[in-house]
Nanobody, 120 residues
Framework: VQLQASGGGLVRAGGSLRLSCAAS????????MGWYRQAPGKQRELVAA???????NYLDSVKGRFAISRDNAKNTAYLQMNSLKPDDTAVYYC???????????????WGQGTQVTVSS
């Protein structure tokens, strides 16, 4: 199983970016998918997550600005980021809990990380 993240880049404060995370390989079922971020010198933190049924949760500081969604048919999750702030600058990692077989265990997988830089 591989998670391919894309969509990062450099944007000015107030701008928008959309991140994508596509899962591929032998997949029986994907449970929750989420986006984490890690800024230099800081711990990795959960930014947003979405369950297979579409329930979402967000880091307080991004509520109202970010929106997570998923396309189950494409095994892909998205993170729409609006009104970006310099404090949002970080490497963003996608995560998915995946079963590769009907009776297998849910296993967390990580994407390679994509850099988001917000200039003031």
């Amino acid at each position: 199983v591989q998670l391919q993240a894309s969509g990062g880049g450099l944007v000015r404060a107030g701008g928008s970016l959309r991140l994508s995370c596509a899962a591929s390989g032998t997949i029986f079922r994907i449970d929750a998918m989420g986006w984490y971020r890690q800024a230099p010198g800081k711990q990795r933190e959960l930014v947003a997550a979405v369950t297979s049924s579409g329930n979402t949760n967000y880091l307080d500081s991004v509520k109202g600005r970010f929106a997570i969604s998923r396309d189950n048919a494409k095994n892909t999750a998205y993170l729409q980021m609006n009104s970006l702030k310099p404090d949002d600058t970080a490497v963003y990692y996608c995560n998915a809990n995946i079963k590769t077989a009907r009776f297998g265990a849910l296993t967390p997988y990580w994407g390679q990380g994509t850099q988001v830089t917000v200039s003031s």
